[in-house]
């Protein structure tokens, strides 16, 4: 499949371990953030949300923590799996206006 | 299942010609979207659209023009391609600014 980004920074974790994934935002006024995760040759898909409101939800074995302090959103992913390699970016929605994406980070789950 | 679907996965075309990429959301959205997706630059956004017959510049608008004749489809017309153009086309769709959007399946479009 095609590369989504050849100079992405890079995670690797072992199976069964958990991940960490980080994006710093850039603007204050954002009070809406997804994740999305990209794998080879596909569109982005939605993972999880969280809104300004809150500084955590959680899914199925996903986390995200977000901290307005220092503008920074955490995805947490539990017992990683192979099926969780892919590309993961966040967006941030300032106040309604169109998402600011994130450069992304490539999760490389060994065996 | 909800979905954005792009006319094509893969296309290659020569350069000069005119490139139709098309993009159809079967959820009633409002907003659409079409962004470019290049290694280590990310998703940039070229044009979106706001409801039918409105198109906004994105950030990277020189040398794409789009049309929204209908509510569901979107369409990205390249009007005269060239190499630099080469790229990862995703659209997407959203109901408003106070959701997140869907995306397509993107495509993979080489001029040559």
């Known amino acids: 499949g095609e590369s989504v980004g050849l100079h992405l920074p890079t995670l690797s974790v072992q199976e069964g371990d958990n991940s960490i994934i980080n994006c710093a935002y850039s603007?204050?006024?954002?009070?809406?953030f997804i994740w999305y995760k990209q794998e080879s040759g596909k569109g982005p898909q939605f993972i999880i949300d969280?809104?300004?409101?809150?500084d955590k939800r959680q899914g199925q074995r996903v986390t995200v923590l977000l901290n307005k302090t220092v503008k920074h959103l955490s995805l947490q992913i539990a017992a990683t799996q192979p099926g969780d390699s892919a590309v993961y970016f966040c967006?941030?929605?300032?106040?309604?206006?169109?998402?600011?994406f994130g450069p992304g980070t490539r999760l490389s789950v060994l065996p | 299942d909800v979905k954005v679907t792009q006319s094509s996965r893969y296309l290659v075309k020569r350069t000069g010609e005119k490139v139709f990429l098309e993009c159809v959301q079967d959820?009633?959205?409002?907003?659409m979207f079409w962004y470019r997706q290049d290694p280590g630059l990310g998703l940039r956004l070229i044009y979106f659209?706001?409801?039918?017959?409105?198109?906004e510049k994105g950030d990277i608008p020189e040398g794409y023009s789009v049309s929204r004749e209908k509510k569901e489809r979107f369409s990205l017309i390249l009007e005269s391609a060239s190499t630099n153009q080469t790229s990862m086309y995703l659209c997407?769709?959203?109901?408003?600014?106070?959701?997140?959007?869907?995306f397509g399946s993107g495509t993979r479009l080489t001029v040559v």
């Open positions: 603007n204050s006024a954002s009070d809406y």
């Open positions: 959820m009633d959205h409002e907003n």
């Open positions: 659209s706001y409801d039918v017959k409105m198109k």
């Open positions: 967006a941030e929605n300032p106040a309604g206006q169109n998402f600011v």
């Open positions: 969280i809104r300004s409101n809150m």
């Open positions: 997407a769709s959203s109901f408003t600014g106070l959701y997140g959007y869907t």
